[in-house]
């Protein structure tokens, strides 16, 4: 009905399309007619799934949905265990971006009495969750849907403190880190009383509403190009959060440490022991990654490009007109490398094992594979084909 209306389709021929839909749904304000995309007022609907799992404590119907999905530590952001309509949702709003940023991004706890915002999987201290701020802490959890009160507790006069459940040492550099940080956290947060309430950071008021997912929708259209962190979708949430942590140069470096007066033995890169670790150097300068972008441009068939920091890095898949999908893969490839070559140094510096280039590469190609395959509509990648060239099937 609403193209009939606005494209005065007539039943002999389509007519005159006299305004593009992306016009027509453009907002007011940026010129358009302001009306509403199905797809958005769909996925807006969706949405208001979350913000109500999440605010509706009592409702029965999550008494249900929890006692089908939950009890296992494998879910983040809702509880999702068996397949059915409600999988359905959480799949589709784990993947749902609302102007640059994931939907659980928009929804905050705010403590109360700490018993319903869960500790490690919420977003209640600082802007994502404290799984993917401290996961080195949240790798030694036992209790991975443990509630904030779980964790921590008020501490006399003082403030607050761990709680005597809280059983994770402090092992490596980066988890004395992050207990640093922890730390801080303590600090900076208390019980308020009262029940836990949830923020929907899209609107002033705090409060869900259709009209404001909408309104985000429109404007990641317009504003896709205005900062260089990109989500690619096909690649898992904490690769992600990795690229915009690294963005933000919030990466553990040794030259991030030292810089944070942690007392680290040796500033040198791990890959290459020639140059103080910074991530512009990890990521961009260092020889030992150069060589393993150099084996990954090769491979996705493109020239070496000249680049002289992460941010410059991070704009290369938008540049040419290529296709939208070529970009995305470039873009999740990209991710991946960073991803890989910081897992590698990862693993020198707390297992003291090196690994050569061409394993790195390897390694970029088989989890770019796995994830592309796995969570995109490319069901049919080949694997040899793959190792070829990873542009092949578009
Ligand atoms: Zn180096």
Redesign the pocket.
């Known amino acids: 009905m609403m193209r009939h209306f606005l494209w005065c389709g007539s039943k002999e021929g389509r007519g005159l399309h006299w305004v593009s839909w992306e016009i027509v749904t453009t907002p007011k304000k940026v010129g358009g007619l302001g009306i509403s995309k199905i797809e958005d007022i769909n996925s807006a609907l969706l949405a208001k799934w979350a913000w109500r799992y999440k605010t509706d404590i009592d409702g029965m119907w999550r008494k249900v949905v929890l006692s089908i999905h939950g009890g296992r530590n494998r879910w983040t952001f809702l509880p999702v265990k068996v397949a059915g309509c409600w999988k359905k949702i959480v799949v589709f709003l784990d993947k749902l971006v609302l102007n640059g940023k994931g939907l659980k991004f928009w929804i905050k706890g705010k403590i109360g009495n700490g018993e319903n915002i869960l500790f490690w999987k919420d977003i209640w201290y600082g802007c994502v969750p404290l799984m993917d701020r401290w996961p080195g802490l949240y790798s030694k959890e036992v209790i991975r849907n443990c509630v904030v009160r779980d964790r921590i507790q008020p501490d006399g006069s003082e403030g607050m403190g761990l709680n005597n459940n809280w059983r994770i040492e402090a092992t490596t550099v980066e988890s004395i880190s992050e207990m640093q940080d922890v730390q801080e956290m303590l600090s900076k947060v208390c019980f308020s009383g009262g029940k836990d309430n949830w923020v929907w950071e899209a609107d002033s008021s705090g409060v869900f509403s259709l009209a404001s997912v909408k309104k985000l929708l429109q404007l990641g259209r317009n504003l896709q190009s205005n900062n260089e962190m990109r989500w690619a979708l096909w690649v898992p949430i904490k690769v992600n959060i990795f690229m915009w942590r690294l963005e933000k140069d919030r990466i553990p470096t040794r030259l991030a440490l030292l810089k944070g007066n942690i007392s680290i033995p040796d500033s040198s890169?791990p890959?290459?022991?020639?140059?103080p670790?910074s991530a512009g150097?990890?990521f961009v300068?260092?020889?030992?990654?150069f060589g393993v972008w150099q084996a990954v441009w090769s491979w996705c068939r493109i020239a070496q490009p000249m680049v002289s920091n992460i941010h410059e890095m991070m704009k290369l898949p938008r540049l040419g007109k290529q296709k939208k999908w070529y970009k995305r893969i470039l873009r999740g490839i990209l991710m991946i490398v960073c991803w890989a070559i910081w897992k590698t140094r990862n693993k020198k510096v707390f297992e003291g094992s090196s690994s050569k280039v061409v394993e790195v590469v390897a390694l970029v190609k088989s989890l770019s594979f796995f994830w592309l395959k796995n969570r995109s509509n490319f069901k049919r990648l080949e694997w040899k084909d793959w190792l070829v060239n990873p542009i092949y099937i578009l």
Do not use: I
Request: hydrophobic share 20%; proline share 0%; charged share 20%.
């Open positions: 890169c890959l290459c022991e020639a140059t670790e150097h990890l300068d260092c020889g030992y990654s």
